[in-house]
Each structure stands twice: as structure tokens, then as C-alpha cells.
T-cell receptor, first 111, second 114 residues
Framework: QKEVEQDPGPLSVPEGAIVSLNCTYSNSAFQYFMWYRQYSRKGPELLMYTYSSGNKEDGRFTAQVDKSSKYISLFIRDSQPSDSATYLCAMGRAGSYQLTFGKGTKLSVIP | DSGVTQTPKHLITATGQRVTLRCSPRSGDLSVYWYQQSLDQGLQFLIQYYNGEERAKGNILERFSAQQFPDLHSELNLSSLELGDSALYFC?????????????FGPGTRLTVL
């Protein structure tokens, strides 16, 4: 079993829809949870960063972490065509600088 | 623009050859990370350097090596290249003082081995 599982999609939604992206993980030592956005042929850029359990909101983006279920989510409200990209979840654990990434979910927002 | 630079953008070479990828971190960042991204494996951590010293090692092959220089730029050396080494190679940097530091990624080098 991989440490981090992420549905690769692709996911296609109409403009204005609410998008839900998810990752599950098996290592209970993970404490830092991130979502990166990667446009085609570009490097990943950090979208959201959450430490431990809880919710974090930034504009149209909300990140949720449920450590009891080993499940993290990213919600995108009022999705825009510019949100079309691959979304990568990433996790880090105490005592380690290494991040473990999910394989990414490719999202297309159709105008 | 993350502030992390990588050269070259593209590299095409033959099996058995050796290449060097270069990364310059963001100003003020002391830590550099190297990742390999392929379609089947996703983004895989290779190795991390902090202020010139190796700090962590991930799934890096023995044919691969890296170093960080006194000016903090880093190089990833890939030798005896195989077809399966074709991938995107990313460098990331962070301040490096805390394990929860944000990592900022460069634009990547696309390596094609023919």
C-alpha cells in the first residue's frame, strides 16, 4: 500500500462548480499537509498548508485535514477555467524534511 | 515565479551518457531538494542538502549524485543513463531551519534519454 493515495482523475467540471479533491494516507506520523497546484510543463506551486487537523480557508480554497480518518481534502468554490491544472497533495512528518506526494489529480474546468 | 531557477530546461541525451542538472535556490534559502517526476511514479523525493551538507536521502539511485556548493547552488549528476531515467527533475528550496518549512519549486528540467 502506498503511503499517500490520490485519485488521478481526470476530473472535468463546468465553470462555477464546487470541486472536491481528496487524498488518503496510511502513515499516522504525518503532521504537515499541503496542496500544490501544477500547471502543464511548470513546477508545483504551494496553494494551501495545514498543520495537524482542522480547516483552513484562503479565498476560494478550503483545505481540510481529518487525522482520525487519515483523509485530507481541498475544496475549490466557484471554479474557474484558470483552475485547470494538476493538484498534488503532499505530507511531511515530524523529524523529517522529506515530503511525500500523491500522484496528483488532473482537473479541467470547462467554460 | 518561485525564485528558484533550474538549467537547462530540456536535455536530450543517449543511454549510457552522463548529464548535470543545475539549481539555484531562492535568495536566503539554505536548503535544496531534488525530486524526480514521472507519469507512473509521480513526484519522488531524491535528496536534500542544507548549507552544503547532505541532510536526507530518498529514492536516489547509486548512479545519481548531488552536491551543494558554497554559493548554495546545487547540481544533480545522472550517469549511465537508462531509458527509464527520462522524467522531469525538479529542484525545490526552503529556508531549511524547520521541518515544516515551505518548499518552493523551480520550473524543472525535462530529461529525455533516447
Amino acid at each position: 500500500q502506498k503511503e499517500v493515495e490520490q485519485d488521478p482523475g481526470p476530473l472535468s467540471v463546468p465553470e462555477g462548480a464546487i470541486v472536491s479533491l481528496n487524498c488518503t494516507y496510511s502513515n499516522s506520523a504525518f503532521q504537515y499537509f499541503m496542496w500544490y497546484r501544477q500547471y502543464s510543463r511548470k513546477g508545483p506551486e504551494l496553494l494551501m498548508y495545514t498543520y495537524s487537523s482542522g480547516n483552513k480557508e484562503d479565498g476560494r480554497f478550503t483545505a481540510q485535514v481529518d487525522k482520525s480518518s487519515k483523509y485530507i481534502s481541498l475544496f475549490i468554490r466557484d471554479s474557474q477555467p484558470s483552475d485547470s491544472a494538476t493538484y498534488l497533495c503532499a505530507m511531511g512528518r515530524a523529524g523529517s524534511y522529506q515530503l511525500t506526494f500523491g500522484k496528483g489529480t488532473k482537473l479541467s474546468v470547462i467554460p | 515565479d518561485s525564485g528558484v531557477t533550474q538549467t537547462p530546461k530540456h536535455l536530450i541525451t543517449a543511454t549510457g551518457q552522463r548529464v548535470t542538472l543545475r539549481c539555484s535556490p531562492r535568495s536566503g534559502d539554505l536548503s535544496v531538494y531534488w525530486y524526480q517526476q514521472s507519469l507512473d511514479q509521480g513526484l519522488q523525493f531524491l535528496i536534500q542538502y542544507y548549507n552544503g551538507e547532505e541532510r536526507a536521502k530518498g529514492n536516489i539511485l547509486e548512479r545519481f549524485s548531488a552536491q551543494q556548493f558554497p554559493d548554495l547552488h546545487s547540481e544533480l549528476n545522472l550517469s549511465s543513463l537508462e531509458l527509464g531515467d527520462s522524467a522531469l527533475y525538479f529542484c525545490a528550496s526552503s529556508v531549511g531551519t524547520s521541518e515544516g518549512d515551505t518548499q518552493y519549486f523551480g520550473p524543472g528540467t525535462r530529461l529525455t534519454v533516447l
